[in-house]
């Protein structure tokens, strides 16, 4: 530990980090323990000198008071990562160390950018020959501190550089770093946004379990904890069942009962989810389940009218005893439900990033994407391993759940999964994200749709014209042809007119 605002004849800095806040500074820790010497700054410079005399003392840590003296005291290339609150500040920050950088000095924006923005910077930065990287780093204080998830992307002549660090720092499964390259401009903070979505995702889907429980089996805190808590163990094994488990556990000592259930019901959100989301429209990929997760935080946040409205409209409801017979079964046919729906928003997740990478030019990988996530990360889970697995097995499968291994998982989770919906549909229990998986995977595999009937209501009220489905043309529908049927005659006879396809 020192101070470093004397510039130094040689400088001794491996790494730079601007953002003392508890991530920034269990980042700094865990990359000292791996014998880097890291130079730290705070625009709060009292943070910087509390750091070095507490936590980072005995550590090589350097902190300084300026942006110039963190540059002076790194070797080059320097690397300089940056983790303050996304948007305004990380421009700033750029902006403030631009003068002092040289050309082939990486910048490391590790917050939950956006990526469009992470994409203008790379563009930018790129102008000025500095190196951008936008890294998504997973896994809260505690994964910064322990090995995180690192998802870098940006400028790749960055990755030879930072690549050491990075995969000492980053968290290891089975002993492989979960970090790795992921590819152009704001990949990086893309495949982030899409594990936001899929936390999002995974967290409704346990909320509807636990909801289920409580409301159609009347189950206790701590039973349902106990149900957890053998969930994972099972296929469902993974870091957010394990807190929830201990979360059901942990009771107010006040009055010795859960703390769980005097947390206002209103969830909060910080946007990560809504950009899945939006991006999914976008692109124009069904991404239901995490929509749904995004659009559940938004009716739960309704609080208000929610209260008003369980006064007016009515419904089925469990008032006295649970009408659950099988205990076990019903817990049995629950955790089908989680696993298949599961299963679903991770392949949901995975084409929409299949497409990104089509519309945006970049070439992700996957079973690397897998690999980030299995670790580390707040999504962290033993399932990952498979999916890691498949797309090793074959890189350019179609659909994850085209892999047998998934084929057959949610072939045997499917009436469990279709029981517990129908219970919850049943005793007026709202199940979202179980839902939406089951209508996207009934949608998936059906070879016909509706859409022919919506077509033709298009084509009625607003000459949209269709096409004609394969076999089925005639004189009056032709094949390879956009067709407009004057379908109420007016102005003369019924008549079909077609433009080339
Ligand atoms: C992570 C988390 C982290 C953060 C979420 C919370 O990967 O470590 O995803 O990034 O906790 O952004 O998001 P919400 O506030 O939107 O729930």
Redesign the pocket.
Known sequence: MSTGDSKPSEPKGDFGLIGLAVMGQNLILNAADHGYTVVCYNRTTSKVDHFLANEAKGKPIIGVHSVQALVENLKRPRKIMLLVKAGDAVDNFINQLLPFLEKGDIVIDGG?SHFPDSNRRFAELKEKGILFVGTGV???EE?ARTGPSLMPGGNEAAWPEIKGIFQDIAAKSDGEPCCDWVGDAGAGHYVKMV??GI?YGDMQLICEAYDVMKRVGKFTDKEIADVFATWNNGVLDSFLIEITRDILNFNDPTDNTPVVEKILDTA??????KWTAVNALDLGIPVTLIGEAVFSRCLSALKDERVKASTILQGPEVSGESPVKDKQKFVDDLEQALYASKIISYAQGFMLMNQAAKDYGWKLNNAGIALMWRGG??IRSVFLKEITAAYRENPHLDNLLFHPFFKDAITKAQSGWRSSVAHAITYGVPTPAFSTALAFYDGLRSEKLPANLLQAQRDYFGAHTFQVAKGKGTEFLPENQWVHVNWTGRGGNVSATTYDA
């Open positions: 939950n997973s896994g809260g994964g594990h936001n936390e909060g959100q910080k946007g990560t989810g990360c707040i």
